[in-house]
Structure formats: C-alpha cells, structure tokens
C-alpha cells in the first residue's frame, strides 16, 4: 500500500461543510452572507460531486484525476480540492481583443490556446520581453508565469530548456500561461513608503485580534503548559515503565500495559504540586480560564489530589 493511499478524508466533513452553508443561506437575513454562503454551497457541492465519481481523491499529492501535480487548484476549508483550475480563466477584454484580431487560420482549438499559441510568436515574445525589462506585468496565478519564462530562456539563448518547456504544451487549450499585462511597472516589494508616526500609532491601536485567535493562543501558551506540567506529575509516580496499551498480538487491545501512578512519591513531589496549583488559580485570576473549557472540572486542578 502506497503511503499516499493511507491517508484519505472523510466525506462526512465536505457533507457537514455543505449542510452549514446551506443554513446560512436559509436563515440568514444579510444578502451578502447569504452570497457568500451561496458561494460556499457551490464549491462543496463539487467537492462532493467529485469525490461521489472517483475525480477527486482527497488526501493525494494530486487529487484530480488527470491533473498534472504543478497546476493550482482551488481548496476548500479543511484541504479539499474541488476539482477547479484557478488559472482556468474567461479571458478577458484585453485578451478577448487579442484573439479577435488574429487571422482565422490561427492554430488551436479554443480562444484560450490561440492566444497562448500567439506568445509563442516572434510577436507574442517580443510583447513578454517588453514586459518583463519594463516590469509593466502582474502574475495572480503562478501559471500566469511559463510563457514569460520562455520568452527570458529564449532572450538569453537558453533554448533547449525553452523547448522542454512548451515541448508538451499541457492544458493549453485550458489554462491562462501569460501575466496581466499593465500600463504602468508593479512596485517592487523593497519599496518603501512613509507614513506620520500618527497614523502608524492609530493603526497599531486600532489593531484587534480575533478572538478564536486569542483563544488558542491563550490555550498555547498557558493551558497546555499547564496541563504537561500535571502529565509529568503524575509520571514520576509511576514505578517502572510508564503506562500504555498494549498493541500486541498476544494481549487484547486495551490491556494496560506498564507501571501504574501514586507507587512512588518523590521527595519534591508536594512543592510542585503547590506551585502548579498556584499557577493554575493565577491563570484563572488574570481571566484566562473565560475563554474556554478549563473552569470545568477536566482542568488540571481537578486531577491534582
């Protein structure tokens, strides 16, 4: 069995996914969540879709069938590919022009491949080089980048690696291969740009985290150390190996295996328990225990005798 094919996802998640964007379409009264929602629905209906026909395989390096591992696909929440080409693009006016004005015995079978055919051209090329030196070019989509690839392999006399490139021409007749070409140069990511120490302070203070983010940030950095500290514990009372399942043919699967806690005290076992206590009413003092499940009765204190 191939390390791939252990791993799949359920359904069930896509099916729960679907129903709660259906419920926001039903209930809600905001016509843009119902938008959005309306949005979700669409993209898991073809998750669903594509896992009910063999499509899709979820959980795999490339999970469309027939689909080449370097193309960009659109993923739900939680990883799911739906099954769509993000750079498979309507073209747009300035392509739409493009195809237009060429002659009828183009080749290629769609708008799409004409055009990225055309690029290929001494015109095209020449277009992609004045772009690339004048920076007048944005890519979305790293698809969006090959045929400006070919046009530098091919200024710079690289013109074997050019040729391995388009060699195959793979989902030309689909998938958008050239940049948005602009009027203006994209500013550099290095460029700098001031603003008064004013507004620098009201952004900062403006600034609000979200709470799911405080939340597990708060169970990070405090509850989770708190709760190792409660697991080592009671490790060090443990007399000998300490307690697992065991996983052998020759005893059932939820034997218990190993020492057991509270054999052996050592000596410094109190003053840690005193100070873990401590620390836990602390974290409660300071309001961390508001913001999830450790006021209840699972939270480490609990477990402390």
Known sequence: ??????????????????????????????????????QKTAVWEAVIAGIASGQLEIGSRTPVADTPAWVTLEVAHGGFATGRYLAEAPLRDDELDRVRSLPATAPGTTDRERLN???????????????????????????????L????????????????????????????FTPHLAATATPS????????????????????????????RETLLVWHPLYDRLVALWCDTVDGDLPSLANTAEKADDQVVGGWPCRVWPADWAERRRALLADVETARIDGHAAAGRHPKATSPASFVP
């Open 189 to 216: 990511g290095a460029v700098v740009r001031l603003e008064t120490v004013a507004t620098v302070k009201a952004a900062i203070r403006g600034t609000r985290i979200p709470p799911e983010i405080a939340r597990m």
């Open 149 to 176: 690839v070919v046009a530098w392999l091919l200024d710079r006399g690289h013109v074997e690696e050019a040729l391995d490139l388009v060699a195959e021409r793979p989902l030309m007749h689909r998938l958008r």
């Open 117 to 147: 055919l055309w690029y290929l051209g001494d015109e095209g090329q020449a277009t992609l080089l004045r772009a690339l030196r004048t920076e007048q070019y944005r890519v979305d989509m790293p698809e969006e980048s090959a045929l």
């Open 1 to 38: 069995m191939s390390y791939e094919s252990r791993f799949t996802a359920s359904p069930g998640y896509a099916l729960g996914r679907l129903q709660r964007a259906l419920d926001a379409v039903a209930n809600s009264d905001d016509p843009q969540v119902r938008a959005r929602a309306r």
